[in-house]
Every structure is written in structure tokens, then in C-alpha cells.
């Protein structure tokens, strides 16, 4: 049997975190039986339709920390925030008694955060306990350094560059210490690779990058949305500190140079649960902070250019790739392209700086060229990204691990 540990059920599988884990266990449950271990701020019942991805599914309750205890934690531990936010003991009684019926293969735990839930099997030998594979979404350390160097940048945003600097070194350890523990690691990019191998792990971890639905995420899906032209769309979580950062540096510094080129243009920045600072941007001409959507799709048909102008993040984007399979021109930055086998002015445009404005009005400007990078960005991603080719290294490593 494999034990999943998630913080949430991914259900709906709607931002990068869940789509990954959703992907993942329908893998797994093509291998052999699965049961999910996962968190719920309401638990209760399982969807019917995951009946089939799982044999068995677990939800314990979990309240985010009160602002208080996650003060004292900051200030009183040396392990990283991450460590404690969903720090569940209800969770660790469930698999201890799972683990008792000695029937467990694996465990695969799902992204740093979740590492807590294995701490006390991690200095037994392998023998002794389950095969213990960890999926990296980040590397999470690195990931806090690239925030502390974008949040340094301007004072008012001093106290996240803080918080970042703080846990970057705090999660070097923690991070360490656990990639070095458990027995295999599954890392998204080959830059993540790159840089969990640097923490002292024996091996190379095993690079299995996000994937996209080709069949889901296609250009003639659904109708686009009615957005007026030339429309640039920007999709993802508005509270995840990465998008936060793209969205403030694209709408305060970039978008006034491509609005003075094209006084018509909108940008539409598309994400669940805006933060404050990203819902002010709606007072800048022409902006306009769409918050969640039920589907992202009908945004992204609609675009005329997809940007992606992130500075900070690890891992490899998944909403790039849903504007790839959808066909669309992209302008990213390298980083917001970092780890896919992407080439400028082929597969997308990589621009940054002031660069990234006269890219962005160039692309809107020329019908031909857009349609040429779409076609060249879906192409790719139908051939190297799909879901079921990304997940392939994964699979080699459960299948050897489970009775025939």
C-alpha cells in the first residue's frame, strides 16, 4: 500500500500545489492502492468521484495558527515556519496505526511542508521502516532567498525581506536534514535539482517537472472571455508572495510604459484571493484585478499576449504551461520560465527589465508573430509536458517498490 500525506485534499485540483498532487495520486492509484492522509479546515466525506483515485481517504481537522503561536514559534524555534504550519499530531496517530498493519510500501510526502509528519522515521534505517520518497515543489530555501532579493528592493516591503532572510537560513538546515533523511527525492526543474543536491544529499534527485492536461488546456476548449483588445492576462494564486511580487513590479513599474504605447491595452490579473496590495493595483488605468474564476481558460483563449513576469518562485510554472498548451504568446521572464526546455523567441519571448514592456507591445503589435509562438509553445508542450510523460520518473521509482 502507498501512504499519501498532503496538506489538503487536492480537490478541486485548482492552483499549482493541488494540480500537482491531483496528478500525482491519479499515478499512484494506477499502480496499486493508495490511501490519502491529508488535512481539511472542514472535513467531511470524500467527493464520490475520488472513490476511484484512492482507496482510502483521511481528512483531520486543521485551523490555520493564530498569529500569536506562529509568533512564538518564529521566535522561539530555529526550524522554519514551514515546519510547523500544518503540524497535526491527530495525522501522525492516523499513520502510526496505518504503519502498525505493516502493509505500508511507501510513503510519498507531499512538498517540504508536509516532512513533518515523517520527522521521527527519518533517522531509522530503511530497512526498519517504509520507503520514504518526497515530492520537492520547490527548493524551498532558495525559493525564501529569491523573496528576500525582490522584497529588499523597496522599503515598504522590508518586513517580508526579513521574514525571508530569516527562514532562508532556517530552512538550509531543515531542508537538508530532510532531503538527506528520507530515501529518494523527486525535484520538479533540473535547477531544483541542482540546488537540493548542493544541500549535501548522496544522490542527484529525480527530476519529474509539472505537467500540464493538453487535452484540457487546448486553444479551441471553450469560448474566450470578452475581453477588449489588446488584452494581457496574468493567471495564479494572488496571495502566494511570488505572484504578489510579479503582479506589484509588472502593474507599478512595466504596465505604465505599455500603456503610454498602447493607450487601449488592459491587463487583467486573474488569481484566487487577491492580497490587499495586489487588489489596490485596480486604481492604475487599465488595470483591472480579476480575482478567482471557476475556469481559467476562457482568460487565457481571450489574451492577446500571456505574461509571466515573475522574479522570485522555484520550480517550474504551471501556469505557463497552461498558456502553452492553450496556444498562446507568452513574454516571461527567464525566471518565470526557469526549468522548462523553453527557447526565446521560439517557444516564448523571455524579456526582463525595460525589456519586458517593449516585448509585450511588440507581440501585441504583430498578428504573425503571436500566432507563430502560440503554435510553437503548444507544440512543445503537447510533446514534452504533458501530465503523462512528466510523471514517467516517478513511476519508475514506486513501481519496483510494490508487490506485483
Given amino acids: 500500500m502507498i501512504l499519501f500525506l498532503a496538506p489538503e485534499l487536492p480537490d478541486p485540483p485548482n492552483k499549482g500545489g493541488s494540480i500537482r498532487a491531483f496528478h500525482v495520486l491519479r499515478r499512484l492509484a494506477q499502480l496499486g492502492p493508495v490511501t490519502v492522509l491529508a488535512l481539511s479546515e472542514r472535513p467531511g466525506p470524500p467527493p464520490p468521484s475520488w472513490q476511484a483515485l484512492a482507496h482510502e481517504i483521511r481528512l483531520f481537522p486543521w485551523r490555520p495558527r493564530p498569529l500569536p503561536v506562529r509568533l512564538r514559534q ?44 515523517v520527522e521521527a522515521l527519518l533517522p531509522r534505517p530503511p530497512g526498519s521502516r517504509p520507503f520514504l520518497l518526497l515530492d520537492e515543489l520547490n527548493a524551498e530555501y532558495r525559493l525564501q532567498e529569491r523573496l528576500f532579493r525582490a522584497d529588499q528592493r523597496d522599503p515598504r516591503r522590508w518586513i517580508g525581506a526579513l521574514y525571508s532572510g530569516i527562514q532562508a537560513r532556517r530552512l538550509r538546515r531543515y531542508e537538508a536534514w530532510v532531503v538527506r533523511g528520507v530515501d529518494a527525492v523527486i525535484a520538479v526543474s533540473e535547477p531544483d535539482a541542482r540546488d537540493l543536491h548542493a544541500l549535501g544529499m548522496a544522490r542527484m534527485p529525480v527530476v519529474a517537472p509539472n505537467g500540464v492536461d493538453t487535452a484540457f488546456f487546448r486553444p479551441e476548449a471553450v469560448p474566450p472571455a470578452p475581453l477588449p483588445e489588446p488584452a494581457f492576462v496574468f493567471t495564479g494564486s494572488m496571495d502566494y508572495r511570488p505572484n ?161
Fill in 244 to 404: 504578489i511580487d510579479a503582479a506589484l513590479w509588472l502593474a507599478r513599474a512595466v504596465w505604465p510604459r505599455v500603456r503610454a504605447a498602447l493607450p487601449a491595452a488592459r491587463l487583467f490579473l486573474v488569481g484566487r484571493r487577491p492580497a490587499p496590495a495586489v487588489r489596490a493595483l485596480s486604481e492604475i488605468p487599465g488595470v483591472e484585478v480579476v480575482g478567482e474564476v471557476p475556469d481559467v481558460r476562457p482568460y487565457l483563449a481571450a489574451a492577446t499576449v500571456y505574461v509571466a513576469p515573475l522574479r522570485a518562485g522555484g520550480g517550474t510554472r504551471l501556469k505557463v504551461l497552461e498558456a502553452m498548451a492553450m496556444g498562446k504568446a507568452i513574454v516571461s521572464t527567464p525566471m518565470g520560465c526557469e526549468g522548462l526546455t523553453v527557447r526565446d523567441q521560439e517557444h516564448v519571448w523571455l524579456a526582463d527589465g525595460e525589456a519586458f514592456a517593449e516585448a509585450m507591445i511588440a507581440l501585441a503589435t504583430d498578428e504573425a508573430r503571436r500566432r507563430q509562438l502560440g503554435e510553437a509553445a503548444r507544440r512543445l508542450a503537447v510533446a514534452r509536458y504533458d501530465w503523462e510523460q512528466t510523471l514517467a520518473p516517478l513511476e519508475a521509482i514506486v513501481r519496483p517498490l510494490l508487490p506485483r
Fill in 74 to 117: 518564529l521566535l522561539t524555534s530555529s526550524r522554519p515556519d514551514l515546519a510547523f504550519r500544518y503540524r497535526t499530531p491527530a495525522l501522525v496517530e492516523g499513520m502510526r496505526a496505518l504503519l502498525a498493519r505493516g502493509s505500508v510500501a511507501l510513503i510519498l510526502i507531499e512538498g517540504l511542508e508536509m516532512a513533518w509528519a
